[in-house]
């Protein structure tokens, strides 16, 4: 624990966690899957949780807090989101690898400078700066005006989702989306640039080149920062893990994980 968290500790929460294990145990790393603001552990559970199970990784898909089906905190910052990761990840019967998409990945590369994990994915990574905020008043002035006076940003089914999902489901999906508390909203607005991980685990950086709310110049960037170039998936949306050609990129970063050296 860190000498902030002694004198000022995030507050306690109830943390939603979804687990599936494969059928058939194996010597594998647990898999713990961190979603982006607005999005809870259901936007794993839906494809990406059960096809990890299946490919023999037990896995698990939590909820930041104020999100899915974890406790409340309006008052949650980016170290208190960093805090429940942790946690949970430390609870994990094996070291593991986190995978994180979007806001999420932020929290997980924080993260990571805490707890030794396996390993690091980092999905669609949205690490903030003046050229994130700008690209979403481009596409979405409406809803994204709010957030800069501590409102909602409301995002559109058309950023997340590719035209292959069928509307219905990419709009049933974007309904489900929940406010970020202020807070951690505005902490967006400055780029972050997370310590080092402890252990120098391998990271990989995944994200498509068509995405509405990560630049490929963005996504180049965090890949850099790691040492790597970043895993690209065309014509696929922000929310690869939802989006209609989902399978590709869970099988190529468990791909990945299944060729790093034991």
Known sequence: MRADEWSDPPKPVQREVLTEQPESPQDRPPVLFVPGYGHGAWAFAQHWLEHTAR?????????????????????ARLRDYVHDVTQVAAGLPKQA????????????????????????????PVF????TALGLLRRNPGGTVPGLFGGRVSVRAGQLFSRGLPAKEAQSYAARLQRVPAGAQRQLIRRREPEQPVGAPPVLVAGSPDDRIVSASALEWVARRYGGSPLLFPGMGHDLMLDARWQEPIDAILDWLEKLPG
């Open 55 to 75: 490919r023999g990784f037990p896995a698990s898909a939590m909820s930041l807090r104020g999100h899915g089906g974890s406790g409340a905190d309006p008052d």
């Open 97 to 124: 690898v986190l995978v994180g998409h979007g806001a999420g990945a932020l929290v997980v590369a924080m993260a990571l400078a805490r707890y030794p994990a396996r390993a690091g994915v980092l999905v669609a």
């Open 128 to 131: 903030g700066g003046p050229a």
